[in-house]
């Protein structure tokens, strides 16, 4: 008689799903009721809050940037969810693989560094067009061509991910003070950018998983046709719905301006090291998250892990305003050390039993550090060099990147866990960079910016 031996494969409780769910709604909701206690004048009118004082123009301002940049979102998510099976589909090699991903890694490090300081100098308003063109180009590429090149199309949406890092953030900080409206109204904004983020990559999972349904040789194409139209709305929004904040500055006076008030401020190199370490460690995570879940041997539904993981990120979202909202005395420096050691301290636990777990860990720290990231920049960092810190910060994350990719992705003389260590010991460092940036600032909220 044959024994047969069941197989499972293990897939997230859906209660989780549930529970990050309801604990997002719950954190956005009971907060306008939660800050009553403050002066009215204190608070900032934001996109969920209840009450009848909020400032009209602030509200359109900020929804129509949040939809313009959750658009973005969406093209910029329909290739990270769409494109691993898509190279599954097409049956290209591991090897293939790796190399694709070194070169997207080279021109982030080359040509996204560039972009960020050109973007300063020309206008961030250009550099999203570009940012949409890229995306449209890669979409029609794939509509056209049965086998597009997998390096052209590394090499474009690894130039589109670098201008999305920075470019959209920066263009809305300078339109935010253009328009006038209080520097404080910020926080709200930047929150509301990770959160609706992360609710369109899992929309755009959703949206590649219905248009696909089962049918992947008759459906592979449909996503591209998405992405499209997509880029296309955004385009057509990008050049009625926003205008351009004419740039002054020569390349001799940005130079001038950036090595005095960039290079030259040692509050700004800790700043600029704890964006290299969450970029790093937040790239290696993406990369190794499911290799790490699955390295036991067991058989696993990735593709329900991702929205876990993109869920907590936004509920990590959400503890920014309670945090900075008048409800806490903790500063930024003080709540980020500890976002950050925990961040670390998860990447060094490699327990398969707990791994899911604590990847939602690590996202929901994610999600609060990277609003908490751009608040600092506001007080730190002059709008008109704003693209270009954010770029040259990241310079460092991406070498570091393209060498582990070498070694050990192509190569394979480095174990993923010890990749994922060294990000870990990053965001250490990131932790102490925190703590030495609170006790550097003698003006610790200093703003360069004119009132």
Known sequence: MAVVIESSVWEPNPSLYTLLFLACVFSIALFPYASKNFSSSSRTPVVFDHGVSSSSSFLRFQRNFILLYSLASVVEGLWSVFGEMELAYYGVSREH?????????????????????????????????????????????????????????????????????????????????????????????????????????????????????????????????????????????????????????????????????????????????????????????????????????????????????????????????????????????????????????????????????????????VGLISPSLARLRTMYVPNELRGGMISLSQAPANVTILFFLVQGGYYRNIENSTILVIAAMGLFTAAGSMHMLKRWGKQPYQNWHKS
């Open 97 to 365: 693989i790796v190399l694709s991903l070194c070169v997207g890694t080279g021109a982030s490090l080359f040509f996204g560094t560039i972009l960020g300081v050109v973007s300063d100098l020309i206008g961030q308003k250009k550099i999203c067009l570009l940012f949409c063109i890229l995306h449209l180009f890669i979409a029609l590429l794939k509509r056209t061509v049965a086998h597009p090149s997998i390096l052209v199309a590394s090499i474009c949406l690894s130039v589109s991910a670098s201008i999305f890092s920075f470019s959209f953030e920066t263009w809305m900080v300078v339109h935010h003070e253009k328009q006038g409206h209080r520097r404080d109204a910020l926080n709200e904004t930047f929150w509301l950018m990770s959160f609706f983020e992360s609710a369109s990559l899992i929309g755009s999972q959703i949206l590649s998983n219905w248009l696909i349904d089962n049918n992947v040789e008759r459906n592979l194409r449909s996503p591209s046709t998405v992405a499209v139209v997509v880029a296309m709305m955004c385009i057509v929004y990008i050049t009625k719905g926003w205008a351009e904040v004419p740039q002054t500055a020569a390349f001799k006076e940005y130079k001038i301006s950036f090595s005095t008030y960039i290079l030259g401020d040692k509050r700004i190199w800790l700043l600029a090291w704890a964006q290299a370490c969450l970029h790093f460690s937040y790239v290696v995570f993406w990369i190794l998250w499911a290799p790490t879940v699955v390295a036991d041997g067991r058989e696993v539904h990735l593709g329900l892990i991702f929205p876990c993981l993109l869920g907590s990120r936004m509920l990590g979202s959400t503890l920014f305003p309670w945090i900075t909202g008048g409800l806490s005395s903790l500063r930024t420096e003080d709540y980020l050390t500890c976002a950050f050691i925990i961040a670390g301290m998860v990447l060094c636990i490699t327990e398969i039993e707990v791994l899911v777990m604590l990847f939602c860990l690590f996202s929901a720290s």
